[in-house]
Every structure is written in structure tokens, then in C-alpha cells.
């Protein structure tokens, strides 16, 4: 399995930014796809997902900025991230999850400065 992100970069604060991640395989078949993050010094963490029933969960810290979706034809998870702020700073990854394997994307970086 490739998960493949991109749409990182340097965004100014109240900015957006969109990533994607592209799967070599129907992400239908996984259970969950989704997004995590690593801030310099910070442990990875979970931002946003999406099951394969459409259901959603985010990070209280991004509820409301964030939104998660997902293109099924094209196999394609998109993280569209609003009203960015210095806190969002971090290395962004694409995650699936099928039954007890986990996959991984390599990051992307997402830098909010002035």
C-alpha cells in the first residue's frame, strides 16, 4: 500500500491550505483514513479521520477549521484546513488503517507563519 501526500507549505495565519493523499488502492477498503500530525518536539498526533461508513472524528483543536473528505473514484483523502494558526505548524501524514494493519504516508510539511 502507498499513501501519498502532498499540499504542504507556508501559509501565513487565517490562511488555508489543502492536503491530499492519494492511495494505489481503493481506500474503501480501509477502515479508517485519515490524518495525523508531528509538531517539532510533540508526539504524533491524530487531527482528523474518516470511516468507511463516512463517519468523522477530529482533534478538538482543529473541530471547526478542519474539515476531512474523501473522493472514492479517484481514491483520494483530502484535508482542507482553515483559519490556520502558528500552532498548526507540523509534519503532516496520511494514515490508513484495515483491521489491525496500519499504513503510512510520508509527510508533508505545513508551516503557519508571518
Known amino acids: 500500500v502507498q499513501l501519498q501526500a502532498s499540499g504542504g507549505g507556508l501559509v501565513q495565519p487565517g490562511g488555508s491550505l489543502r492536503l491530499s493523499c492519494a492511495a494505489n488502492r481503493r481506500i474503501l477498503t480501509f477502515n479508517v483514513v485519515g490524518w495525523y500530525r508531528q509538531a517539532q518536539g510533540k508526539q504524533r498526533e491524530l487531527v482528523a479521520e474518516?470511516?468507511?461508513?463516512?463517519?468523522?472524528n477530529y482533534a478538538d483543536s482543529v473541530r471547526g477549521r478542519f474539515t476531512i473528505s474523501r473522493d472514492n473514484a479517484k481514491n483520494i483523502v483530502y484535508l482542507q484546513m482553515n483559519s490556520l494558526e502558528p500552532e498548526d505548524t507540523a509534519e503532516y501524514y496520511c494514515?490508513?488503517?484495515?483491521?489491525?494493519?496500519?499504513?503510512w504516508g510520508q509527510g508533508t510539511l505545513v508551516t503557519v507563519s508571518s
Open positions: 494514515h490508513a488503517r484495515q483491521g489491525y494493519l496500519h499504513y
Open positions: 474518516v470511516s468507511r461508513g463516512a463517519g468523522s
